[in-house]
């Protein structure tokens, strides 16, 4: 009778598993096709304070977008200016703005920042 009870028991757990459905931790922004850099300009000071651990995503694979183009393919982390997602304890943000950052959480972070114009001359160019 035991072994029976543990079949209706995992068959039960399962059934249930699947009329939930997975969790997802992550929410996809958006997916473009155009390089990660164009997303908006790179901010060497906050990429600087993300290099030191003073301005960072709170969680990260929480907030993403994707860029699945040719060139600059990559999936970003994403905390906006209003402080979803973000870890800023010396108020840098910008409500207006979002910060994509590339290579958080090591002294090669990037954050790209959506919301702010960039200059003319590089609005197109590569990163460095």
């Known amino acids: 009778m035991q072994p029976q009870l543990l079949r209706r028991g995992a068959l039960a757990g399962a059934?249930?598993?699947?009329?939930?459905?997975?969790?997802?931790?992550?929410?996809?922004?958006?997916?473009?096709?155009?390089?990660?850099?164009?997303v908006g300009p790179r901010d060497k000071a906050l990429s600087q304070a993300c290099?030191?651990?003073?301005f960072n995503i709170q969680k990260a694979g929480r907030l993403v977008a994707r860029?699945?183009?040719?060139?600059?393919?990559?999936?970003?982390?994403?905390?906006?200016g209003t402080g979803l997602n973000l870890y800023d304890p010396d108020r840098r943000a910008k409500p207006t703005e979002d910060y994509y950052f590339r290579n958080q959480n090591s002294t090669s972070c990037e954050v790209?920042?959506?919301?702010?114009?960039?200059?003319?001359?590089?609005?197109?160019?590569a990163p460095r």
């Open 15 to 38: 059934l249930v598993a699947a009329l939930i459905g997975p969790a997802r931790a992550e929410i996809l922004l958006f997916t473009s096709k155009q390089p990660y850099w164009a």
């Open 51 to 54: 290099s030191l651990g003073r």
């Open 67 to 80: 860029f699945a183009g040719p060139r600059g393919a990559e999936t970003l982390n994403v905390a906006k």
């Open 112 to 125: 790209f920042v959506g919301g702010r114009k960039a200059l003319p001359s590089r609005a197109n160019a």
